[in-house]
């Protein structure tokens, strides 16, 4: 195996990268989260694999309840919380496994907001380069808290973004907090096919980090995933975590 930047398996004077992972919101996505990375990291040895501090905190407020009721500040503060743990327990990066927090991420001190690797910059810079309409599933709360909209790189990315109208806004939203209890939702991948089948697409964002437990399934599936096209950042994340780990 070659050593990779990052140092994994390298001499002491160059020690691995750490990423930390803020999660519990929902608690199965960050988990798979956490396996995805193992999975597409593959080493010689267990001791070359990544280095993954996985701080999994349930307790925290509902996040689009918080935007709805513009409650924002105890959230935040219990984010900072828990970065600054993820910071003192040496973590270089940190992934906030939770894209409705990231509107409150602009409260964030500075220090602890340049380790973040940001999901939506993920989201948008991918659809920008595929240059192909995706369907945007995320929680009520990140579509009316505008963080892709507000996005400085959003006039490239809204002709690839499709947002779906209220009544099926409402029927995604059902089914990410359905997954957030029952990752295994059988109703899930049907209730999403319907959805591509009513926009004429073959391709969804998961703008929700639950829906990483969906993308998980398809690629489970081997051929048939091959029809259904998905950017997602958790996703991205694994399969480029060393060139993240490394990015300042």
């Known amino acids: 195996m070659q050593v990779s930047e990052t140092g994994q398996g390298g001499p002491l004077n160059n020690p691995p990268k750490v990423l930390g992972i803020c999660g519990g919101m929902g608690p199965f996505a960050s988990a798979e989260f956490l396996k995805t990375i193992y ?19 349930p307790s925290l ?67 920008i380069g595929r240059k192909k309409k995706h369907l945007m599933l995320c929680t009520t709360g990140a579509r009316i808290s505008c963080i892709f909209k507000n996005h400085e790189r959003w006039p490239e990315a809204e002709r690839h973004i499709v947002f779906p109208v209220e009544e099926d806004q409402c029927t995604i939203h059902s089914m990410i907090y359905r997954l957030k209890i029952n990752p295994d939702d059988d109703s899930a991948i049907p209730c999403l096919e319907r959805l591509l089948e009513k926009y004429r ?38 399969a480029d975590l060393d060139r993240l780990l490394m990015h300042s």
Do not use: W
């Not at 980090?209 to 994340?237: W, Y």
């Open 61 to 127: 407020a509902d996040r689009t309840e918080a935007i709805r009721m513009g409650a924002k500040a105890p959230l935040t503060n219990r984010l900072v919380e828990i970065l600054e743990k993820l910071e003192l327990l040496g973590s270089d990066k940190i992934v906030v496994c939770c894209v409705s927090s990231h509107c409150f991420l602009s409260s964030v001190p500075p220090r602890l907001r340049e380790k973040i690797i940001s999901l939506v910059d993920l989201i948008v810079d991918e659809a």
């Open 39 to 57: 999975e597409l990291n593959p080493a010689r040895v267990e001791q070359e694999l990544p280095k993954c501090i996985l701080y999994s905190d």
């Open 201 to 238: 697409l073959d391709g969804f964002i998961a703008g929700c980090t639950e829906i990483h437990l969906l993308t998980r399934q398809l690629m489970r599936r081997g051929k048939n995933a091959n029809h259904c096209s998905f950017i997602d950042p958790l996703l991205i994340v694994a």
